[in-house]
């Protein structure tokens, strides 16, 4: 019985060398080239991944320029102006009014709309249309973007107040070196990220002018003074000068922080402000350490991207706040040096700042 089993095994490894030997050649006649598989299988090959929409910019008030993830023909792209409650729901592809464009291949991976009369500084503007790439892969979209604004006037971070205190909102104070228009001019904090930025009304405002853009609005008195009566708005820190509410609740600024201001959703930036707190030896978000970059490369911080080289804002509260010193009409981008954490009850929205510094006892 022994033997018979022995035999058996042997039997059956031979049968399966044998098969195995015939079906090599079979194996070895099939034809495999390149983007198939053993067995015919085709493997598709190339680029089938869909373009993508990177960002949407104006070069001027006609001229709209369009970047993407590869470069791309356009088959169709419309223009055309929204309503506020277009813009609210996300519908940027239901026009209130079309505008007639042209679009034409700018520089690799981007496209230049051309549109046929001017955008209105703060008016909302619809942008939608289809992109394919050279291996055919499409894309569908829709965005917006506001009027281009050819009279920013000259604007300096005057006074900064990062913490809360019910009623005592947060708030940045501008100063106007020039008279101008604020349509699209943005406040970033690198704390609150991109999808943050307080992006201004289309304001007329005077040189020498306050304007205090108030970062949460917890009063039903509080109003935004967009005209020229300023004597609109109440509640805690509401200024006689043009006050500015946002409608939130929640913080928008960090004590550690690279506070920005932009012509335009980011673009040049006009002024900055670096502040830290004392415990930290690095910047703790990427957004902040790139933030600090910027302002340092464009001279708006002249001290260094470096943490080391913020001011501290320890001792910052809901009323000790961040001033600027000296004359504002005349004053030129600055680093720590130019700035105060002022003493207790040092908060002057709409006001000349106080020029009393902290000094701990």
């Not at 369009?66 to 996300?90: C, I, M, W, Y």
């Not at 020498?208 to 003074?225: A, D, P, Q």
């Not at 509401?238 to 960090?254: C, F, P, Q, V, Y």
């Amino acid at each position: 019985m022994k033997k018979s089993k022995i035999f058996l095994t042997k039997k059956i490894n031979f049968l399966l060398a044998a098969a195995l030997l015939l079906l090599i050649p079979a194996f070895l006649s099939c034809n495999v080239s390149s983007g198939s598989t053993p067995g015919g299988v085709e493997i598709l090959q190339g680029d089938f991944s869909a373009p993508k929409l990177n960002a949407v910019e104006l070069a001027d008030s006609r001229h709209v320029i369009l970047s993407f993830s590869k470069p791309v023909n356009a088959r169709n792209v419309e223009v055309g102006t929204l309503t506020q409650a277009l813009v609210d729901q996300n519908l940027f592809n239901q026009f209130e009014e079309p505008m007639s464009s042209t679009v034409s291949s700018r520089e690799e991976n981007t496209l230049l709309v051309s549109l046929d009369q001017n955008t209105q500084p703060g008016v909302p503007y619809g942008l939608r249309g289809e992109v394919s790439d050279k291996s055919g892969n499409t894309l569908s979209f829709a965005s917006y973007f506001t009027g281009y604004n050819e009279n920013v006037p000259k604007l300096i971070l005057s006074e900064i107040q990062t913490e809360y205190s019910k009623p005592k909102a947060e708030f940045v104070e501008l100063y106007a070196q020039t008279s101008g228009n604020l349509a699209g001019v943005c406040i970033y904090s690198a704390y609150d990220g991109d999808a943050k930025r307080v992006e201004l009304p289309s304001i007329d405002v005077n040189a020498g002018e306050y304007i205090v853009v108030h970062l949460r609005k917890v009063e039903e008195t509080c109003v935004n003074e967009t005209g020229s009566n300023l004597a609109l708005s109440g509640g805690a820190y509401s200024s006689t000068a043009r006050d500015i509410w946002m409608e939130n609740a929640s913080a928008r600024l960090g004590k550690t922080d690279v506070i920005l201001l932009e012509e335009r959703a980011g673009g040049k930036i006009m002024d900055a402000l670096c502040i830290a707190e004392s415990k930290h030896a690095v910047w703790q978000k990427d957004s902040q350490a790139q933030a600090a970059k910027r302002a340092f490369d464009c001279g708006a911080w002249p001290d260094g991207s470096g943490i080391e080289n913020a001011l501290i804002a320890d001792k910052v509260t809901a009323t000790r706040t961040i001033s600027r010193q000296g004359n504002l009409s005349a004053a030129k981008p600055c680093g720590k040096s130019g700035w105060i954490v002022t003493a207790s009850k040092g908060a002057t929205p709409g006001l000349p700042n106080s020029t009393t510094a902290y000094v701990e006892k």
